[in-house]
Each structure stands twice: as C-alpha cells, then as structure tokens.
C-alpha cells in the first residue's frame, strides 16, 4: 500500500496497528528494494510471503494483468484454465522478442524484469561457486544439449568455413548429438587411460587441429562434469591450445556448478587460455525442474550474440524457477548445499570402498572426478556374463535410481556414428563397474539406503555360486528391504 492508502487505513483501524503493520510491510520491501538496486543473490533467503509479494507485483505490470485492459493482437497473455495463471503467478508473456530473447517486451514490464534480474542473480551466483571473472550469462529454456546447439549455431556466423567440432569423447548422447543437430561433423578424440582414470588426450587433440586446419574448425567442444572413470578435460591445456590456434572454445559444464574444482577448471581455463562459452543445467545444479540451463561467457559482446540467435520468444518458467529457488535459498543456504554435497562425496566414496572390499571388488582411484565414483564389477563379470546388466535392472526396480552398471563391449550408435564400449567413454576399458554420484541435494541417508541396497543384490547374484539370477528368484523390492525404510 501506498502512503495515501495507509492514512485512509489509520480511519477504519486503529493507526498504532496500522503502523505496526506498515513497518511490518516496509520489511518486506526493503528486502526487494536491495534486490533491484544491487542485482545480486541475498545472502539470506526471503520467505514466501515476500517471494509471493514480490512476484505479485511483477505481474500487476504487465499488460494482461492491468485492469480495464484491452487486447486485440494474436498474443495477449489470455489464460483459459486459472490453475495455470496460478501456476505462472499470472506472468503469461514470457521473455524477450522475436528477435532477442534478453529484449524488453513493451507491455510486460515485469516479466522483463524478471528476466533481467534472474540473469544477474544467476550471473552473481556463478561468481560465488567460483568463476570469478564471469562477464556474461542469460538463463535459455532449453536444456544442456539444445543450449550447445545454440552456442554452435552463433559460431557459424563467426566462422562459416568451418565444418568440424573436436571433440574429446565423453558417452553421453545429447552433447554429441547437439553437434549434429547444428549441422556439423564431430570429431571425436578418444581417451588416454591413466591408472584408472580417463583423460583428455591433449596430442591427439593437437594433431586433429593440424590434420584439419585450424580454420576448418568451428570450435574444440569439452567437457567438465562427467561420470567416472572418466574426468573432467585439460581445461587449461586445451584453452592455451585454443589460443594458440585462435580455435573458439565451447565448455559443457552440465552439472559443474555444484562443483568448486569443474568451476576452477573453467576460471583458469579463461584466466591462461581461450573459453567462449560454458553451458550448465539448471536442474541438476539448482533442483528446479528440467527445462532450462545457463549460457555463461567472458566476452559479453559472444554471450548477447548467442542470445540474439535464439528464434521468438521464449518460456519464463525456467527463468522463474530458478529466480524463486536462489530467493529462497540465499547465497548462505545455496553454499551450505554445496558444501554438503562435498562432505557427502567423501562419505559415499568411503562406503562404496567398504562395500566393494567386502564383495571382492574395489573403488576406482578417480581422485579427478569430484562428483561422480565407479566400483569395478569384476567379480561379477566372471560369475556370469549376464550378471553385471542383471544388477542394474535388480537396483532399479529396488528404487535405487542414478546408478548406472557398465558392462564391457557395448556397441552403440548416435545419429549414424557408432561408438564401441559406449557407456564407457572408451572403446577398451579394462573392467565393468558400477556409477554412483553425490550431487547436490544429496544426503546421508541416500547413500546408506542405496549401500544396503546395493550389498544385498550383489549378495543375491552370487549366493550359492549360482552364474546368472532370474528376475522371478529375486524378491520383489518391498520383500527385500523391510528393515531399510
């Protein structure tokens, strides 16, 4: 309410009350006040109700919301169903304009300032989980894969001689078929095998760029967050080679922000070398739902070139989730997420150790890896050639999701390329093994649960020396596991 309001209010109510509730009221506003004048994350978390508040005043600006309104063009922000203008607080009209998603749509002021504001909240947090000299960033409704295609696609522009994307192998589809989807051809390195670990092989790499010719190719395309054995690329050896061969340089850091060393990676990648761009989830770093991701850069001239290439207009949802999770978290409570997700990485790789140990396997030495760890299943292999693709089947009907068993020799193909070994990130690795990750959000008890879990389908497969289990000998999950819930 306004001043006029509030002295009418001290008519009806007494004005001590009236006062009391006023500053009760200005709390709230200082709160959003700090937010437009500063652009950056709390440190705090705001309540609900001034969340809600907030929000409800962004949408009264815009032209759907006003009273009286009068709409006669093909899109006026007219919601049939009120569950879904509940659902979006009433802000219809999404962000941007049809030929720039960061644009400011006339009539709707607060959606554009929704997007504005998310875009240097988020800007504020990628400094704080550690790539200090961030320039640029824009929050896109798409997720990691399409968010590749779009940086790819700017490049074109750039560089409309180039055909080719190298590639250090990683086994994961959507970032490969992101190349595709672009209408270039990979180029994939294959990996070194370093005691158990994966790297990038930097001569290879180096070699492909002179085989081709540097301007040939669009750009190098590597990876941060992965799952082990794999680790995360040479950043700073591939940015210096970027560099060298002025070669731009696109970093999938899907779910690196959780992540302080993939962050540092990327900081020194920038500081030493040549990074253009980094793309992250949104949902795997912030829990929020699928759907958005985070186009960051350096060089903030690339990252609103990359903004502009986006067709139309766009969903705000993704824009609106992320604003009102940071809002809620605070700098302070998103830190504190991290940091437990540390503490839980170094939990689970010591339970996965035990476990292994006990089951005649061990824990793959990925000390690279700060996310994502691998138990070798060699012992199963030998039991049964079955045994190892029947252990993921038996977790996941026994509610244990995200663990992922990768047997050998796998063959798969991806818009018309076929990788051997796939799964694996290598064509030859030399055992099958089991993923587990501690990613943000995780806690204690899903690591003990999927533990106890785990040790009893492994005990299951190889009871009484038997080579392969039935699905139909295997109790079914709420049997098995009476005592865990």
């Not at 504190?336 to 339970?351: D, G, H, Q």
């Not at 190892?388 to 798969?412: C, D, H, N, W, Y």
């Not at 390329?417 to 290598?426: A, D, I, K, L, Q």
Request: charged share 20%.
């Amino acid at each position: 309410m306004n001043i006029e309001n509030l002295t009418l209010c001290e008519k009806i109510v007494s004005p001590s009350y009236i006062r009391q509730g006023s500053q009760a009221r200005r709390g709230h506003e200082q709160l959003i006040r700090l937010l437009l004048d500063q652009g950056k994350c709390p440190e705090e978390g705001w309540s609900e109700s001034t969340i809600e508040l907030f929000l409800n005043e962004l949408a009264v600006m815009d032209s759907n919301n006003f009273l009286g309104n009068c709409g006669v063009g093909e899109r006026e922000g007219r919601v049939a169903s009120r569950l879904v203008a509940n659902r979006h607080y009433r802000l219809i009209h999404g962000i941007g304009r049809s030929g720039d998603i960061a644009a400011v749509q006339p009539k709707a002021a607060g959606s554009s300032l929704l997007n504005k504001l998310t875009n240097s909240v988020v800007l504020d947090i990628l400094k704080i989980s550690g790539v200090r000299s961030v320039a640029s960033c824009f929050v896109v409704p798409m997720a990691t894969g399409m968010s590749l295609t779009l940086c790819f696609l700017t490049l074109r522009h750039r560089r409309p001689k180039a055909r080719f994307i190298i590639w250090p192998r990683i086994d994961q589809k959507s970032c490969f078929k992101s190349m595709i989807t672009a209408g270039f051809e990979p180029v994939v390195v294959e990996n070194v095998l370093e005691g158990d670990e994966l790297r990038t092989d930097l001569e290879a790499v180096q070699r492909k760029i002179e085989e081709l010719g540097a301007e040939n190719v669009l750009c190098l395309h590597s990876t941060t967050s992965c799952f082990a054995p794999r680790v995360p690329d040479r950043l700073e050896e591939l940015a210096t080679m970027c560099a060298k061969y002025d070669i731009p340089h696109i970093v999938n850091n899907a779910y690196g922000v959780q992540s302080s060393k993939c962050m540092h990676l990327i900081q020194q990648g920038a500081r030493v070398g040549r990074i253009d761009a980094f793309v992250q989830s949104l949902d795997k770093n912030f829990m929020v739902p699928v759907g958005g991701a985070i186009i960051a850069g350096f060089d903030e001239s690339f990252v609103q070139e990359i903004s502009k290439m986006y067709p139309g207009r766009a969903s705000a949802s993704p824009s609106l989730d992320i604003l009102i999770t940071l809002l809620t978290l605070g700098a302070k409570g998103y830190k504190k997420y991290l940091s437990e997700r540390k503490e839980i990485y170094s939990f689970l790789a010591e339970e996965l150790r035990s476990l292994a140990s006990a089951h005649g396997e061990r824990l793959l030495h990925t000390p690279h890896n700060p996310i994502s760890l691998a138990m070798s299943l060699d012992g199963l292999q030998a039991s049964s050639s079955q045994a190892v693709t029947q252990l993921g089947s038996m977790l996941f009907t026994r509610q244990v999701s995200g663990a992922r068993v990768i047997p050998l020799g796998k063959e798969q193909t991806v818009s018309g390329y076929t990788f051997r070994g796939f799964m694996s990130h290598s064509e030859s690795y030399p055992c099958p093994y089991l993923n587990a990750a501690s990613a943000v959000g995780i806690t204690r008890d899903d690591v003990t649960l999927c533990m106890k879990r785990l040790d009893k389908c492994l005990k299951a497969l190889k009871k009484d020396g038997k080579t392969a289990i039935t699905s139909s000998s295997v109790p079914p999950a709420d049997q098995d596991v009476p005592d865990e819930e």
